[in-house]
């Protein structure tokens, strides 16, 4: 099974990489479909441990002092154990991440995001969540016991907070609000006139997804 990003949207998961040497601009995913397809390609290479670790060559580095032009934009969190360039297998100047605590937006965020999109033209946008996020746990705690959390650590419970799932309760609330919390920041995204407007016209996909700690994989959170 390899649903991946490409779960429900039509494509072919069956795909094969670009080269480990391709220049800083060669080859580069110029569409949200063509974008998907290459994380998708990816993140099948690390969950099958047949990783290419591509784009780190001298050849690359040298390229990409002139500039870059990354194929998408990954939202997500902080955890050490989600670094987007290994989950997708991509190399230097592939992808532009942005991460915090459980992709909680700010307007620093929402900033970098846009520079991403509206001035390196990134076609893809993946809001990224994953199993087991202790931000997500530490917001449903928070609500739960009705404990203040310490420093800057309640802001972001706040902002979770809408995501929770009042339905379940213990280990499948987490879950659940993991998964809501990526629908809520991809809606949040998508109503930005910005983004909208390149949406739009057909030049930006913006996707939900999570990553199974115990698997690997990448899917689609609709």
């Given at each position: 099974m390899y649903a991946l990003l490409l779960?429900?949207?039509?494509?072919?998961?069956?795909?094969?990489?670009?080269?480990?040497?391709?220049?800083?601009?060669?080859?580069?995913?110029?569409?949200?479909?063509?974008?998907l397809k290459a994380l998708a390609a990816g993140n099948r290479r690390?969950?099958?441990?047949?990783?290419?670790?591509p784009h780190e060559a001298a050849g690359v580095r040298t390229a990409l002092v002139?500039?870059?032009?990354?194929?998408?934009?990954?939202?997500?969190?902080?955890?050490s154990r989600v670094p987007p360039e290994l989950v997708f297998d991509q190399g230097l100047g592939d992808l532009m991440t942005v991460r915090s605590a459980g992709e909680v937006l700010d307007e620093a965020v929402l900033g970098s995001i846009a520079y991403g999109v509206l001035e390196l033209g990134i076609p893809l946008v993946v809001v990224l969540g994953h199993q087991s996020c202790g931000?997500?746990?530490?917001?449903?705690?928070?609500?739960?016991?009705?404990?203040h959390l310490p420093a800057h650590i309640q802001y972001v419970a706040d902002?979770?907070?809408?995501?929770?799932?009042?339905?379940?309760?213990?280990?499948?609330?987490?879950?659940?609000?993991?998964?809501?919390?990526?629908?809520?920041?991809?809606?949040?995204?998508?109503?930005?006139?910005?983004?909208?407007?390149?949406?739009?016209?057909?030049?930006?996909?913006?996707?939900g997804a999570r990553y199974e700690l115990s698997t690997q994989l990448v899917h689609r959170v609709g």
């Open positions: 779960e429900n949207a039509g494509y072919s998961a069956d795909i094969i990489a670009a080269p480990r040497t391709r220049s800083a601009s060669a080859a580069r995913p110029a569409t949200p479909a063509a974008a690390w969950r099958t441990l047949h990783q290419r670790h002139s500039g870059q032009s990354p194929f998408a934009l990954i939202l997500g969190c902080i955890d931000a997500v746990a530490a917001a449903v705690h928070a609500e739960e016991t009705g404990e902002q979770i907070r809408p995501a929770i799932v009042h339905g379940q309760h213990g280990d499948a609330r987490v879950d659940a609000t993991v998964s809501a919390q990526v629908r809520l920041v991809r809606s949040r995204l998508a109503r930005e006139a910005d983004l909208a407007a390149k949406v739009a016209a057909g030049e930006l996909a913006i996707v």
